[in-house]
């Protein structure tokens, strides 16, 4: 991380104190614990998920996969076609939809929210490989990819230890504040979609603030709501490969946006409910649980990746080379959709090959 950056506040100290936390929460736009997750469920999970990463070839053979030792030769990341069938491996672990509602996870955004609270179906893991920067996730809010409500709790935390030249995520303190979805542009890297900070500023001051982070540990977690603008630090290390956990809560009765019922990346390639639940050998109480409380459904805004995908082609018409693998990835993914039509005929108009 090369801009300035100091350390967040660690708010153990009122774990149980469900003012202080909503206070905190409201000053500085996050929530951040030292090693609030039981490390077993974790060393469980990643266990499971460097298993999958290593027979698929993303890990080096002869090491431990525990380690996440990355084959850099078969970098990939979120868009590649290459990228879902693993994924996918990983949305049918068992453990990796369990850990979420684990009680110390939801203890604290129910303190937080006041009420009975759930993790959103569409649960996310991060697969980010290192000598990858280009693709690192931009700075962004939560809110134009989850939708739903503003309220909506973000919990990231790494799969292991996450020092920050491995890529942990970073949050710009009091950008929270600005209380509004800011615009969003094309960019590569996980979401595809980025703020641009000089187009906000002086606007909105509280985006002329620091970032934060950590070297994070096993079990170090953090929570945010959907307006708070945050990224990934880039997976700098010569091999190591960053595994961490991308989710959502949210109180029940409040709206879930109906792309965040089915599993993630389905909007690319389709996986079912009845795929991801083979093979469990437990916790039938999880399975379709979203159904047994309250909650209002609404339609997915699709506006603002439409307004990404625009750009895209654009910088494609003018030989970004951003663009063109925008267009690329989209026409590989679904060859025959709208958007891969539209992809191959700016393809086609530079004179460039799919």
Not at 101 to 125: F, N, S
Not at 134 to 140: F, N
Not at 159 to 179: F, M, N
Not at 341 to 346: E, G, I
Request: proline share 6%; glycine share 6%; charged share 30%.
């Amino acid at each position: 991380m090369t801009e300035a950056w100091r350390e967040f506040r660690v708010s153990n100290d009122c774990i149980t104190d469900a003012e202080e936390l909503q206070r905190r929460l409201d000053d500085d736009g996050y929530l951040f614990f030292r090693k609030l997750q039981n490390p077993d469920k974790l060393l469980e999970l990643r266990r499971d998920m460097t298993r999958v990463l290593h027979a698929a070839g993303w890990l080096v053979p002869d090491a431990d996969p525990m380690l996440g030792i990355a084959d850099v030769t078969r970098r990939t990341t979120e868009g590649d076609l290459e990228y879902n069938p693993v994924y996918f491996k990983i949305q049918r672990l068992e453990s990796f939809h369990s850990l979420p509602h684990e009680r110390e996870l939801v203890d604290v955004v129910e303190r937080v929210m006041g009420t009975k609270a759930i993790p959103l179906p569409g649960k996310k893991a991060r697969i980010w490989f290192p000598k990858f920067t280009e693709h690192t996730t931009p700075l962004h809010q939560d809110f134009v990819h989850y939708q739903g409500s503003v309220k909506t709790l973000t919990c990231w935390h790494p799969v292991g230890d996450c020092p920050i030249e491995l890529g942990p995520l970073a949050v710009l303190q009091g950008s929270h504040k600005v209380r509004k979805v800011l615009p969003h542009h094309f960019s590569l890297g996980a979401g595809g979609l980025i703020i641009d900070l000089d187009e906000q500023t002086p606007k909105h001051k509280e985006l002329d603030a620091t970032w934060l982070s950590t070297n994070f540990e096993l079990g170090d977690t953090l929570f945010f709501p959907a307006l708070t603008v945050h990224k990934a630090l880039p997976n700098v290390t010569a091999d190591r490969m960053r595994i961490s956990l991308d989710n959502r809560y949210e109180a029940v009765g409040r709206r879930i946006a109906e792309h965040m019922l089915q599993p993630h990346m389905t909007d690319v390639s389709p996986l079912s409910w009845e795929e991801v639940y083979q093979g469990w050998k437990g916790h039938e109480e999880l399975k379709y649980y979203w159904k047994r409380v309250e909650f209002k459904k609404i339609r997915r805004y699709m506006g603002y990746m439409s307004k990404g995908f625009d750009e895209a082609m654009e910088l494609a018409r003018r030989n970004d080379k951003r663009g063109i693998l925008a267009m690329r990835r989209t026409i590989r993914a679904n060859p025959s959709s709208p958007d891969a039509q539209k992809a191959r005929a700016v393809l086609q108009e530079a004179g460039i090959a799919e």
